[in-house]
C-alpha cells in the first residue's frame, strides 16, 4: 500500500485524532494572493463571452452524451469567467468566521461561480495554445482578476501537452489545451497538512463547472488525470513540489487544426516566475508526501473499465423505499445559476421546509456531477446518503438514494438533527435548520487499490464535482446551500452502518430555505 493508504485514513480519523502540526495557527497577515502574479508580462483581455439563455441548467446536468461542438474565443471566454472569474462583491450578514474583515476592501469577498475550500481559489489555470487558436501561439495564465490571459511563453509548444498525455489519452486531434495545477501554500497556509485534501476536490468544482457548462451548449469536456506530470510542469516552469498539475482538458476547436496535430515536442520551458506575497512560506510533510505519491506513476492510465470494482456499492434492496417526486426542471440558464451561487452559512430556516421535487433535483444533479469523464472512465464512484431534517412529504431520518429508481431507502429512522450538530466541529451552520444533508461517499481505500497513489486526486475530484452540481441546483431551485468538511467522518461511518462497505463520507452538503428578507449587499462586475 503506499502513502495515499496512510493519508487518507488519518483524514477518517481527525475528528477524534488531530493530524499534526495539531498546535498550527495560520499567520494571516502574511498570508498568500488568491492567484498567481506574473509582473511583467503582457496581458489579453478576453471577450464577455456573451450569454445563452437556452443553455439551461436542465442541459448541462442532463445524463445524456456530451456534444462534440467546437469551442472559440468567445466560448472559451465565457466558460473561464463564469467558472472562476470574479464576478461580484458579497457582503451579507452571516454566520462564518470571517464577517467582521469583509468589510475591508483588502479582505473582501468577490463571489465567483465555482466553489473553493475556504475561498481560497489556488487553482491555476493555463491555456497553452497551437497555430490553430485565435491568438498566437504559447503558454497563458488565466488572471482571473482582470479576466484576461498574461503570456507567459510565445511559441507552439502542444507538442509537448500531447507527448506528456501519451497515445491513448483525450486530445490527441486539438492543439489546444487547458491545465490545471494547484498552488499549495495558497491554501495550506491555512489548512497546513489538511490541504492536500481540500485542493484535490477543488479540482472537481472546476471540472464539474465546466462539464456542466459545456453540456449546455453541446460542447465537450473531457479531462485527464494521468500524464506525465514532471514533463509539464518543466513546461510551465513550475516546481511539482509547490504546484501540483492534476488535469489536462484538451478543447475542440473551431476551424482547421490538422496542421499542429503532428507538431514535435519542444522542450521549452516558461521563464517567467510568480512572485509570492507571503515572506514566510511554510511545508508540511503530509503534503509534500502525498504530492511525491500521487504524481509517482503519473503516466499509467488505467484501463477502460479498471476502476469497475471501486464502483458505488448499489442501494440495499432489502431497505423499505420511499418514493420521491419527479425532480424540479431546471429551467434556470447555467450562468445565471452559477452567478447566484453562495454559501448560507448559518441562513437556514426550517419554518420553511424542503420541497420534495426541490430533494429529488439536488440528488439527481449530484449523481450526474459524479461522473468527470476523460480518462477516469464512466463507472460511478459516489454514492448518496440523505438526512432529512425539514422536508414535505418525508419523514425525518437518514436514507440512501437510490439512483436507479430515483427514490430514497430508510437506513435508519427518526430526526437525526442531534447527532448532525453534534458531529460538526464549527458554529457557522445549525444543521438542525437545513431542510436536508447530503453526504456523498466513496469507496477510498478500493480506488487506491485498483488504480494507486493518484487515485486519491479522482476520489476527491469526484466528491468535489457533486458538491458543485448540488452548489449550482441549489441556486437554480432558489434554495441555500452549504458544504463544509469540518465534521466527524467516524461518526457518519458508524450511523449510516458503512462499516463493511468501506465507503467514506468526505464532505457534507447542506440544503434549505433560508430566512427571509436577510442582510446582504451585492455589487455585480460581470
Not at 480519523?13 to 488568491?34: E, Y
Not at 468544482?205 to 469536456?221: E, F, K, P, Q, Y
Not at 502525498?290 to 473499465?305: C, L, S, V
Not at 414535505?392 to 430514497?408: I, K, M, T, W
Amino acid at each position: 500500500m503506499g502513502y495515499a493508504h496512510d493519508y487518507a485514513a488519518a483524514i477518517l480519523q481527525r475528528g477524534r485524532v488531530p493530524m499534526p502540526p495539531a498546535d498550527f495557527v495560520p499567520n494571516w497577515t502574511d498570508s498568500p494572493r488568491k492567484t498567481k502574479f506574473y509582473p511583467g508580462t503582457d496581458i489579453v483581455p478576453l471577450p464577455d463571452g456573451g450569454c445563452e439563455t437556452e443553455a439551461t441548467l436542465e442541459r448541462g446536468l442532463a445524463e445524456v452524451p456530451y456534444g462534440q461542438g467546437p469551442f472559440d474565443l468567445d466560448s472559451l471566454s465565457g466558460m473561464l469567467r463564469d467558472s472562476y472569474g470574479l464576478v461580484g462583491r458579497r457582503l451579507g450578514v452571516q454566520a462564518n468566521t470571517d464577517l467582521s474583515a469583509l468589510p475591508s476592501y483588502p479582505l473582501a469577498n468577490w463571489s465567483r461561480g465555482t466553489a473553493s475550500g475556504g475561498g481560497l481559489y489556488p487553482v491555476s489555470v493555463y491555456w497553452v495554445s497551437g497555430p490553430g487558436g485565435p491568438l498566437p501561439p504559447g503558454v497563458h495564465h488565466y488572471s482571473t482578476r482582470h479576466h484576461a490571459m498574461r503570456r507567459l511563453l510565445t511559441g507552439d509548444v502542444s507538442g509537448e501537452v500531447r507527448a506528456a498525455l501519451g497515445e491513448d489519452a483525450p486530445g490527441a486531434d486539438t492543439d489546444q489545451y487547458l491545465v490545471l495545477g494547484i498552488k499549495y501554500w495558497q491554501n495550506a497556509f491555512k489548512y497546513n497538512s489538511f490541504s492536500f485534501h481540500a485542493v484535490s476536490m477543488d479540482v472537481g468544482t472546476v471540472v464539474g463547472t465546466w462539464r456542466m457548462w459545456a453540456r449546455a451548449r453541446g460542447l465537450g469536456i473531457e479531462p485527464a488525470l494521468w500524464f506525465d506530470e514532471e514533463r509539464l510542469a518543466r513546461l510551465l516552469g513550475v516546481r511539482t513540489e509547490e504546484e501540483g498539475i492534476f488535469a489536462v482538458v484538451p478543447l475542440n476547436w473551431q476551424g482547421p487544426q490538422a496542421s499542429s496535430r503532428n507538431t514535435s515536442p519542444v522542450p521549452a520551458a516558461v521563464r517567467h516566475q510568480d512572485v509570492e506575497r507571503s515572506k514566510t512560506v511554510l511545508t508540511f510533510e503530509a503534503l509534500r508526501k502525498m504530492q511525491a505519491a500521487t504524481a509517482r506513476h503519473a503516466t499509467r492510465r488505467p484501463a477502460p473499465g479498471a476502476l469497475a470494482p471501486a464502483a458505488a456499492v448499489p442501494a440495499d434492496p432489502a431497505r423499505p423505499h420511499v418514493a420521491l417526486p419527479d425532480a424540479r426542471p431546471l429551467d434556470t440558464d447555467v450562468r445565471s445559476a452559477l452567478r447566484r451561487r453562495r454559501s448560507s452559512f448559518g441562513r437556514f430556516d426550517a419554518q420553511h421546509p424542503v420541497t420534495g421535487d426541490q430533494l429529488a433535483a439536488c440528488l439527481a444533479a449530484a449523481t450526474c456531477g459524479a461522473r468527470l469523464g476523460g480518462d477516469t472512465g464512466d463507472v460511478r464512484l459516489a454514492k448518496l446518503y440523505a438526512f432529512v431534517n425539514h422536508v414535505e412529504g418525508l419523514a425525518p431520518g437518514a436514507y440512501e438514494y437510490d439512483p436507479d429508481s430515483r427514490g430514497l431507502r430508510v437506513v435508519r429512522e427518526g430526526r437525526p438533527g442531534t447527532f448532525l450538530q453534534k458531529n460538526y466541529f464549527l458554529s457557522n451552520y445549525n444543521l438542525e435548520q437545513a431542510g436536508a444533508v447530503l453526504v456523498p461517499t466513496v469507496r477510498t481505500t478500493a480506488v487506491l487499490d485498483t488504480v494507486g497513489d493518484r487515485g486519491y486526486r479522482l476520489v476527491n475530484a469526484t466528491v468535489g464535482a457533486v458538491s458543485q452540481a448540488v452548489y449550482t441546483t441549489a441556486c437554480a431551485l432558489e434554495l441555500g446551500c452549504g458544504v463544509a468538511l469540518g465534521f466527524d467522518n467516524i461518526s457518519y461511518i458508524e450511523e449510516l452502518g458503512l462499516e463493511d462497505t468501506g465507503e467514506a463520507p468526505l464532505l457534507i452538503m447542506m440544503i434549505g430555505n433560508e430566512r427571509p428578507a436577510p442582510a446582504d449587499f451585492r455589487y455585480e462586475i460581470a
